[in-house]
């Protein structure tokens, strides 16, 4: 899925999305497979697959066209139980030739303040070695200004429950000072769930820095 620089529409990146398609009975949304997932172990592989499927599709891309946008990935918290994950995705990126920063790690807020232990260290190994890291359906969970300042992300990407209502002006007020805190912080702002030209157009009117990224549902 593609995503665009909100005041040039330019692109300025994807983020790997994963369908299933069931046999049977047609496409399963995530929201149904990947708790079913976690609850029986089998995220970590799944995970993995996910990982080696996109660095391959961005090494592709990098042999075909020379200059690649990165890819974001959602990685699971229950990926990060295993110390080894880290070193297994550099190793991965290196084998493929590929510079760190063409993969962007995605962790939900209420993953990261729940499993904080654990992610944390190796957050800062991938990002030490120039993996852009982000903090996903900012909003949603229970992130504070603490958390924010501590995690070693350089994104946050608002979930599309703020974004929805635009633009009515108090989901305009929410996402303002929403992004004021996260360029205060130095952090990109991704605004997810743009289907509309009118919500577009709303989530530019409140970016302060062209910094400011909208992911565009098209």
């Given at each position: 899925?593609?995503?665009?620089?909100?005041?040039?529409?330019?692109?300025?990146?994807?983020?790997?999305?994963?369908?299933w398609e069931r046999?049977?009975?047609?496409?399963?949304?995530?929201?149904?497979?990947?708790?079913?997932?976690?609850?029986?172990?089998?995220?970590?592989?799944?995970?993995?697959?996910?990982?080696?499927?996109?660095?391959?599709?961005?090494?592709?891309?990098?042999?075909?066209?020379?200059?690649?946008?990165?890819?974001?990935?959602?990685?699971?918290?229950?990926?990060?139980?295993?110390?080894?994950?880290?070193?297994?995705?550099?190793?991965?990126?290196?084998?493929?030739?590929?510079?760190?920063?063409?993969?962007?790690?995605?962790?939900?807020?209420?993953?990261?303040?729940?499993?904080?232990?654990?992610?944390?260290?190796?957050?800062?190994?991938?990002r030490a070695e120039?993996?852009?890291?982000?903090?996903?359906?900012?909003?949603?969970?229970?992130?504070?200004?603490?958390?924010?300042?501590?995690?070693?992300?350089?994104?946050?990407?608002?979930?599309?429950?703020?974004?929805?209502?635009?633009?009515?002006?108090?989901?305009?007020?929410?996402v303002k000072a929403?992004?004021?805190?996260?360029?205060?912080?130095?952090?990109?702002?991704?605004?997810?769930?743009?289907?509309?030209?009118?919500?577009?157009?709303?989530?530019?009117?409140?970016?302060?820095?062209?910094?400011?990224?909208?992911?565009?549902?098209?």
């Amino acid at each position: 899925q593609p995503k665009f620089l909100a005041g040039s529409r330019q692109l300025c990146g994807f983020e790997a999305l994963v369908r299933w398609e069931r046999p049977g009975r047609g496409r399963v949304s995530p929201g149904e497979f990947v708790p079913a997932a976690e609850r029986t172990g089998q995220i970590k592989a799944l995970g993995e697959l996910i990982l080696d499927i996109a660095t391959e599709q961005l090494r592709e891309w990098r042999s075909r066209f020379g200059s690649v946008v990165p890819v974001a990935v959602n990685v699971s918290p229950l990926q990060f139980e295993d110390a080894g994950f880290a070193a297994r995705l550099l190793a991965l990126l290196h084998a493929r030739h590929l510079p760190c920063e063409l993969l962007q790690i995605e962790i939900t807020e209420t993953a990261a303040v729940g499993h904080l232990g654990r992610v944390l260290p190796q957050l800062q190994r991938l990002r030490a070695e120039g993996v852009l890291c982000a903090l996903d359906d900012f909003g949603t969970g229970q992130s504070s200004l603490t958390l924010l300042r501590n995690l070693p992300i350089s994104m946050m990407k608002l979930d599309r429950s703020m974004i929805e209502p635009l633009p009515d002006a108090d989901a305009s007020a929410v996402v303002k000072a929403t992004c004021a805190l996260g360029q205060s912080l130095k952090l990109e702002i991704v605004a997810e769930g743009i289907e509309t030209e009118v919500q577009a157009l709303a989530a530019r009117s409140e970016e302060h820095t062209s910094e400011l990224q909208s992911r565009l549902h098209l």
